[in-house]
Structure formats: structure tokens, C-alpha cells
């Protein structure tokens, strides 16, 4: 079955780095593209970043581009999203996501998330 399991969160101050990561399995990974999403306090999923299952394509929210990295290796079944700058309106649970189909903010399968949590 899909298994995505998320790594990496904590505590961050502002303008301080994370990197997160995801570990795939159940499904060929290579064959789709991946997004992170997440989802504040009191608030609904927002889609945080995108990528095609080679790699060549990556798209980011407004609100994190500039600041954050998604990467993937294919050969170890890894997701990642290096996040610098990080800001206080980034505290939220992050969630590693299998695109479903075509729309990288559309899911079929997602993880349990791990925290991030920024502040002073």
C-alpha cells in the first residue's frame, strides 16, 4: 500500500532554515509527481510546492517562492523541501503528497505531515 512518511520538522527561528523530507513506498515513485502542502492553525491545506516525476518541472505558491526548494531523488524514493527564510506565518503541519492526477494541488495520497513550528 502508499506509505509517505514525512522527516524533519522542528523548531525554526525566523530567517533560519529546515529541510524536510519524505520517504515513498507502495508505488513507483519515479512514474508521478509529488507536491508538499500544508496547513496552519485554524486554517484550510494550502498547496506549498510541485514537481514532475522526472524532476524537470517545479512550482511553488507565491507565498514560499524565493524562499523554499522542493527536490526529489528517484533512486532512493525521497521526497524533500529545503526551506529557508523561514517566517513565522510558515508554522504549520507539512504534509508529502502523491499527485493524483494532472494538477500538482490535487491529491490521492498524503502522509501523516510533520510540524513546523517558527518562531522567536
Known amino acids: 500500500q502508499v506509505q509517505l512518511v514525512e522527516s524533519g520538522g522542528g523548531f525554526a527561528q525566523p530567517g533560519g532554515s529546515l529541510r524536510l523530507s519524505c520517504a515513498a513506498s507502495?508505488?513507483?515513485?519515479?512514474?508521478?509527481?509529488m507536491s508538499w502542502a500544508r496547513q496552519a492553525p485554524g486554517k484550510g491545506l494550502e498547496w506549498v510546492s510541485g514537481?514532475?516525476?522526472?524532476?524537470?518541472?517545479?512550482y511553488y505558491a507565491s507565498s514560499v517562492k524565493g524562499r523554499f526548494t522542493i527536490s526529489r531523488d528517484n533512486a532512493k524514493n525521497t521526497l524533500y523541501l529545503q526551506m529557508n527564510s523561514l517566517k513565522p506565518e510558515d508554522t504549520a503541519l507539512y504534509y508529502c503528497?502523491?499527485?493524483?492526477?494532472?494538477?500538482?494541488?490535487?491529491?490521492?495520497?498524503w502522509g501523516e505531515g510533520t510540524q513546523v513550528t517558527v518562531s522567536s
Open positions: 503528497a502523491k499527485v493524483a492526477d494532472q494538477r500538482l494541488d490535487e491529491y490521492d495520497y
Open positions: 507502495g508505488f513507483t515513485f519515479s512514474s508521478y509527481a
Open positions: 514537481i514532475y516525476s522526472d524532476g524537470s518541472e517545479k
